[in-house]
């Protein structure tokens, strides 16, 4: 059974520091990209950050600076950090899983909220 989970999310104060962790599991293929993404109340889905096999990375540019993305291939886990955070952080934080053919898994999210 494919499992996607995310923990780590929380109450912060602006300018403080969060990391989120996701770990994929029982996903047949080689996982090929890796990603965070969020979605805010009333808003659309939208990238924060994604990170290939291979290490390349790719930020949205509101957290570019900001945030980093990490990951294990062999534990097939990606790494959050989040510094200096906003209030416009404050969002549902999915993790998304890629596999070599190109299935695609969610997470169930963890809220972060960012308080000013």
């Known amino acids: 059974q494919v499992q996607v989970v995310e923990s780590g999310g929380g109450l912060v104060q602006a300018g403080g520091s969060l990391r989120l962790s996701c770990a994929a599991s029982?996903?047949?293929?080689?996982?090929?990209?890796m990603g965070w993404y969020r979605q805010a109340p009333g808003k659309l889905r939208e990238l924060v950050a994604t990170?290939?096999?291979?290490?390349?990375?790719n930020y949205a540019n509101s957290v570019k600076g900001r945030f980093t993305i990490s990951r294990d291939n062999a534990k097939n886990t990606v790494l959050l950090q989040m510094n200096s955070l906003k209030a416009e952080d404050t969002a549902v934080y999915y993790c998304?899983?890629?596999?070599?053919?190109?299935?695609?898994?969610w997470g169930q999210g963890t809220q972060v909220t960012v308080s000013s």
């Open positions: 998304k899983a890629a596999d070599l053919i190109g299935r695609i898994y």
């Open positions: 990170i290939t096999s291979g290490g390349n990375t």
């Open positions: 029982g996903i047949i293929l080689r996982i090929n990209d």
